[in-house]
C-alpha cells in the first residue's frame, strides 16, 4: 500500500511538469466560459502529442498501454499547474473498444484518441432522460444504410463534433432495451441540424440538441451488432461516472487552488463563513484525488467497472457542489467589477447532480446493486 | 502508486474481522457479559496487535501505520470493548521518545476536552485517560528544557463517558514517573507526527464504526416490514442509505491515505493529511450513525439497538485528538486562508 510514485512515476512526472512550464494553454475553466471549448482541440492534440494523454489505453488505438495510475499523475499536475483538465472521452472510446468490431475500432479509435476527430454522444432525448430505453429514434435500414430520424438532447460537443455515436431503435418489436443499436454518424451531412443549448450560468458551447431528419449512417458503421445498443450505452454511462476516466480530479483542484489564492489576495472582503466553504472544498476534492488513486490502484487487479462507478459519481458530485458553494461565496462577496466566474462555476455545478445519470438514479444503482436491497 | 492492501495486510484484516465477529458484542446486552469481553481481551493480547508500533530493529515500529488503522477499523466496526487505540498510543509515544516499553499496561493521558495529550504542571497531573479497560497507567508530556519529557500516571477505575464500549477515567494526582530509558526530549516534530498517527487511528475506527452502522441498518431495512413489504424496499429509505454508504468509501480513501501519510510524510504534511481525513470522516460519521438509527425507526431510539452504540463509539473518536472544527482550522491555517481571523473563530 504506497501512495508515492515509483521511479519510473516520478520520472514521467517531472517530465509532465517540465513540459507544462512551456505548454499550459491558460484556458478559462469550461464550466465558466466558452472560450474554453475553441481551445479544448488543439489542447487535446498538443497532449496527446506530447505523450501526456491515452497512457492507460490500448496501444493498438494510439494509447500507451500503461497502468491507470498514470492517469491519476496527470489530473495531480494538472491541477497544480493550473492547466485545463484532460479531454474527458475515456467513456466513447471504452464504449467503442469494447462493443465494436475490429474494422470499426481501427477506423475510428485512433482519431477520436489522438484528438483529431471530434465526436459527441447522442444518447438522450427530451423525453428518455433518466429512462433512456424508451429512447424513439429511429434508425430504419435501407440497403448497405440506416436512414435515421430523431431528437436528441444534451449533446455535449454537437457544434464541432464531426461524428456522434447516435442510440437509436432499430427493431420495433423487441422489448424496449433489446432494440437499439448504436451507429456512427457524421454530423456534417443535410438530415442533420444541431443548435446550442444554453445553460443557466450562460455557456452555450457545451450542450447542444440535434435533431436528425432522414440523416444517414453507414449499415459498417454500426458500433456493435444490432441490439446491442443498449449494452454499449451501459458501457459509456458506467465509464461516464468515474471520475478517474473523466480526469475530473484535475478540474477541482485547479478551481480550489484559484479559491485559495482568492482568499489569501484579500483577506478583508471575505467571512469565517466564505474561509469555511473554502475549507470544506479542499477537503472534499482532496477525498476525491485519493480515491480516485484507489479506484485506479483496484484496476492494476484487472478489475472492472460495477456499480461502484455510481459511487463515485455520487462522490465527484459532492466535490463539484461543494466547491461550487465556496465559489458562490466568493462570488457574493466580488460581484459587480468584472465577469462574475465564480457564480457561473457555482450554477455550472448544479448540473452534476444530473448529467451522467441523476444523483436519483445512481442511488437506486448503489442500493441495489451494492446494499443488495430488494428493487422498489 | 499502488495503494491496494498488500496480501500480508488483507490477511491482518481477515484476521481482525474475525476476532470481533467471534468476540465482540452483537447486542447491547452482551456489553454486560463480562466473560466475552473478556475472551476478547484475551484473544487481542494473543494477536500482539497492542504491540505493532513497538521498535523492532533500530527505531521503526513492528508495523506500519497502515496495519494499525487496518486493526483500529475492523475494532471499530466490530464495537470492540477492548482497549487498542490508547495502548498503541502510548506505544508510539515510548517509541518516538526510545523509553523502554511500558512494563503494565498503559495508555494516553488527555487534556479533560480530548483534543491533545495531557501536559502536567507544577506537582500535579490531571487529564482524561482514555479506552481504559484493563490498563493501570497513562503516559502525559512534561514541559523540560528543549522539548517535553513522557511522564507515567497510575490510572484507577472508570468514568462514564459517551461511549459505550471504550470506557475512560479522569486522573488528578501526585507527581509522576519518567519511564526509564527515555533518551531525549520529544520534538515538536515529534509531537507532530504522534498527533498525525493518532488523528489517522481516530479515522480508521471511524470508518469501521461506520461501515458497521450501515450493515446494520441495511440488515434491519431487509427484515423490517410495514405496508406489508420490507423498509429497504422503499426509495427513500433506501436513498439514505446508499448516501451512508457512499460516505463510507469516500472516507476509506481519504482515511487510507492518513495512515500511509503518518509513516511517510515529513509530520507537518502528515499532519495536514490526518487533519483533512479527520474532518472528512467525523462529519461523515455522525451522519451515517444518524441515518442508522433513522432507518430502525422507533426502535433505532431505544437503549436495546446497537445504533446509538455505533453513534455513542463515532462521537467519542470524533472528539479525540480534535474534533471537525479543530481540523478544519488545521486546513485553514496551514493554507494561510484565516484572513483577518487567522482561522474559523
Known sequence: MDFADSPEEAAFRRRLRTWLTENNPGLPASSTSDEYWDGQAPWHQALYDAGFFALSWPEEIGGQGLPSVYEAIVDEELASAGAPPRPSLGYLVQGILRH????VRRRFLPGIVNGRDRWCQGFSEPDAGSDLASLRTRAERRGDEYVISGHKVWTSYSDSAAWCLVLARTDQEAPKHRGLSAFAVPMDQPGIEQRPLK???G????FGEVVFDGAVARAADMIGKPGEGWRLAMTVVSHEREPGELGYVARYGKAVNELVERLRAEPERFSTENVRDVAWAIVEAEMLRLHVCRRLSDRLDGVSHGPEGSVD???MTAVEQAVGHAALGVSERTAGTKEDTWLKMYLYSRAQSVMGGTSQIQRNLVATRILGLPAS | MDVRLSSEQQALRDAAAR???????KSVAELDDAARAAKLDTALDATGWRELRTPADGNRPLASAVEAAIVAE????GLADTSFLGPTLAAELRRLASAAPASVPETVLLTPDLSGLAVTADARCSGTAIDVRGITSALALAETDGGHDLVAVPVYGTSPGRDLTRPAAAVDGPPAERPPGARSPLTEADIEGWTAFAVSLTCADLVGAMRGAVQLACSYAGIRQQYGTTIGSFQSVQHMLADAHVSVEGSRSIALHAAWAADTLPAGEALDAAAVAKAYCARAARTVCETAVQVH?????????LAHVYLRRVLLSTQLLGDVGAHLDRVVARRKIGGVHGGLR
Open chain 1, 100 to 103: 465494436g468490431d475490429d474494422d
Open chain 1, 199 to 201: 445553460m443557466i450560468n
Open chain 1, 203 to 206: 455557456i452555450t458551447r457545451e
Open chain 1, 313 to 315: 459519481k455520487l462522490l
Open chain 2, 19 to 25: 476476532l470481533v465477529d467471534d468476540l465482540g458484542p
Open chain 2, 74 to 77: 475492523e475494532l471499530g466496526r
Open chain 2, 297 to 305: 425507526g422507533g426502535i433505532g431510539n431505544t437503549w436495546e439497538c
